[in-house]
């Protein structure tokens, strides 16, 4: 009977035992599921870093100075001394129209003259007269008046000659290149200019610059231009020009870029990169992987790892981006964990697990 006893209390004992071994396996094995389940991300510490504040734009390249050669004086196109491409210098003639106007100019101004001196001569007899008792002052006065008058029409027919003269032999009044040429010798220009001259040396570069950079652009500061016609090589160029007004629709502003041109390697019409140096402040840095932007808005966000092993949802001010890495103006402070990868299940408030 004992024996029996003791073997009942056996079975007792192994039974309780195995049923708190499997208590406890099932609660292992759910905390281990659960575990399983977390989100895995990977994360980075924010830092401090000085950071150059550079800008880059795109832009246009337009000729310094352009002149477009035309003619007021109807006349056809006798010939033509340059084309498009040619490099001319100030003053260098460029055209020569026919001259059939300023011949019959001169005719003219001749006829004058000599009307001039016949009236001359009546001005000084009515003159004699008068001292010899043989006329009267009107009649002088009224010889002097016509007088006069003819010589200012000789005046203004010699400016009108002088001006007929100037556009019979057209010349550049800068140093450049002809870009454009519109008619041929024997044409009679009309509305178009006959040649269209732009001064490639220096050239300016037109930036569109946001407007919340408009305290820190000056005058005479220098920047750095660069074209992909050109990788690798960039340009020394020096802010020459601020326009002083806003455009509402784009809020930039236009800055006109001087930069030298000595190798005739960069012309009008082509597309630059102008980058702005304003400095170097220190500030936190993430990687780009951490910045989130929010679909259907411009809102960027980051989640970072908070002590008690869940994720924070944090918005952020981006600033600028250094390679692969951008700066961050707000939101984010140095010593705070960001996560980089494993954002897609991450909500406010989730509870993570960090990848091995």
């Known amino acids: 009977m004992k024996k029996s006893f003791n073997y009942l209390m056996a079975f007792a004992i192994a039974a309780s035992m195995f049923a708190s071994c499997s208590k406890k396996d099932e609660s292992n094995s759910s905390a281990q599921a659960e575990k399983e389940d977390l989100p895995l991300v990977e994360v980075e510490t924010a830092n401090n870093e000085t950071v150059d504040q550079t800008s880059e734009y795109t832009a246009t390249v337009e000729a310094y100075k352009t002149n477009n050669i035309m003619s007021n004086n109807g006349c056809r196109i006798k010939r033509m001394l340059v084309d498009v491409g040619s490099h001319v210098s100030a003053g260098q003639r460029v055209v020569i129209l026919d001259d059939v106007n300023v011949a019959t100019q001169h005719a003219a101004i001749d006829q004058q003259r000599i009307q001039l001196a016949n009236a001359k001569r009546d001005l000084e007899r009515a003159k004699q007269l008068v001292k010899v008792g043989g006329g009267t002052q009107q009649n002088v006065d009224q010889l002097q008046a016509a007088y006069d008058s003819q010589v200012r029409a000789i005046q203004s027919s010699s400016r009108t000659l002088s001006t007929m003269s100037e556009n019979t032999v057209l010349t550049s009044p800068i140093s450049g290149v002809v870009t454009e040429r519109n008619y041929q010798a024997g044409d009679l220009p009309s509305g178009l200019p006959i040649l269209v001259i732009e001064q490639q040396n220096p050239l300016k570069v037109v930036v569109a610059?946001?407007?919340?950079?408009?305290?820190?652009?000056?005058?005479?500061?220098?920047?750095?231009?660069?074209?992909?016609?050109?990788?690798?090589?960039?340009?020394?160029?020096?802010?020459?020009?601020?326009?002083?007004?806003?455009?509402?629709?784009?809020?930039?502003?236009?800055?006109?870029?001087?930069?030298?041109?000595?190798?005739?390697?960069?012309?009008?019409?082509?597309?630059?990169?102008?980058?702005?140096?304003?400095?170097?402040?220190?500030?936190?840095?993430?990687?780009?992987?951490?910045v989130q932007k929010q679909t259907g808005s411009g809102v960027r966000y980051v989640y970072t790892l908070e002590s008690n092993g869940t994720v924070k949802y944090r918005e952020v001010e981006v600033g600028r981006r250094i390679g692969n890495r951008y700066e961050i103006k707000s939101g984010v402070s140095a010593g705070m964990r960001v996560v980089t990868k494993g954002q897609t299940r991450l909500t406010n408030g989730t509870k993570v697990q960090l990848a091995k």
């Open 209 to 290: 610059v946001n407007e919340t950079e408009m305290a820190s652009v000056k005058n005479g500061m220098p920047v750095t231009v660069a074209f992909d016609t050109y990788p690798g090589e960039t340009f020394n160029g020096r802010v020459s020009l601020i326009h002083p007004s806003v455009d509402v629709n784009t809020r930039t502003f236009q800055v006109e870029v001087t930069i030298e041109n000595r190798a005739n390697k960069v012309h009008s019409g082509m597309f630059a990169r102008v980058t702005f140096n304003f400095g170097r402040n220190t500030g936190v840095v993430i990687s780009d992987l951490a």
